[in-house]
């Protein structure tokens, strides 16, 4: 079974900085693409940051410059590091996982997307 899960949410002030944690466990063979999405109350969800295997990222263009992903293939983990926070940004922000596994004797592979349960981040003006 695979777990995704994030931590580093919270309350702070317009200006402040948070560092956002997700780990993927369990069992697989592989994880591809790993990101954070965002959703708003009463708005849709939206991609943040997203980086694959090799490190390639892509940022929402409301991010660039104030936001960091970066990724520890070793551990099996990714961060968000984000700076200059907005009002605009409070939001429950979620981890995804595109997670590969091996499904038979050739070598077949099934990648699927898990999900975190989200965590809380608060901008004060």
């Known amino acids: 079974q695979v777990q995704v899960a994030e931590s580093g949410g919270g309350l702070v002030q317009t200006g402040g900085s948070l560092r956002l944690s997700c780990a993927a466990s369990g069992r697989f063979d592989s994880i591809k693409a790993m990101g954070w999405y965002r959703q708003a109350p009463g708005k849709e969800r939206e991609l943040v940051a997203r980086i694959s295997s090799g490190g390639s990222t892509n940022y929402a263009d409301s991010v660039k410059g104030r936001f960091t992903i970066a990724r520890d293939n070793a551990d099996n983990r990714i961060y968000l590091q984000m700076n200059s926070l907005k009002p605009e940004d409070t939001a429950v922000y979620y981890c995804?996982?595109?997670?590969?596994?091996?499904?038979?004797?050739?070598?077949?592979?099934?990648?699927?997307?898990?999900w975190g349960r989200g965590t809380l981040v608060t901008v004060s003006s």
């Open positions: 995804n996982a595109n997670i590969e596994r091996v499904i038979n004797v050739e070598g077949a592979r099934y990648a699927k997307d898990y």
